[in-house]
C-alpha cells in the first residue's frame, strides 16, 4: 500500500521559511515525476512545484517562483520543498503527490498518489 507522509508545516511569520518533506513508503517511485499542490479555504487545490524523476527538471507557479525551491532525494524516496520569503497568501494545507509520468507537470490529473496534507500558515 503506498502512503506519503508529509511533515514539516507549522506556523511562521511573514518572510520566514520552511521547509516541507515528503516520504514515499510501500514502493519507490525513482521513475515518477513528484509535486507539491495547495488548498487555501475556500480554494481549489493548485499546484505549487513539481520534480522530474531524477531531479533534473523542475517546474513551479509562477506565484512562487524565485522563493520556493524543489528537490528530492531519491535514495531516501522523499521530495523536499523549501519556502522562503512566505506570504500570508501562501497559507494552506500542502500536499505532495507522485506523478504518473517522470515529467514535472502541473496538472491535478498528472498525479496519482497524494498525501494527506500538512498544514502552513504564515501570520502577517
Known amino acids: 500500500q503506498v502512503q506519503l507522509a508529509e511533515s514539516g508545516g507549522g506556523l511562521v511569520q511573514t518572510g520566514g521559511s520552511l521547509r516541507l518533506s515528503c516520504t514515499a513508503s510501500?514502493?519507490?517511485?525513482?521513475?515518477?515525476?513528484m509535486g507539491w499542490f495547495r488548498q487555501a479555504p475556500g480554494k481549489e487545490r493548485e499546484f505549487v512545484a513539481a520534480v522530474s524523476w531524477n531531479g533534473g527538471s523542475t517546474n513551479f507557479a509562477g506565484s512562487v517562483k524565485g522563493r520556493f525551491t524543489i528537490s528530492r532525494d531519491n535514495a531516501k524516496n522523499t521530495v523536499y520543498l523549501l519556502m522562503n520569503s512566505l506570504k500570508p497568501e501562501d497559507t494552506a494545507v500542502y500536499y505532495c503527490?507522485?506523478?504518473?509520468?517522470?515529467?514535472?507537470?502541473?496538472?491535478?490529473?498528472?498525479?496519482?498518489?497524494w498525501g494527506q496534507g500538512t498544514q502552513v500558515t504564515v501570520s502577517s
Open positions: 503527490a507522485v506523478g504518473k509520468m517522470r515529467y514535472a507537470l502541473s496538472a491535478i490529473s498528472g498525479y496519482a498518489y
Open positions: 510501500g514502493r519507490t517511485f525513482t521513475s515518477n515525476a
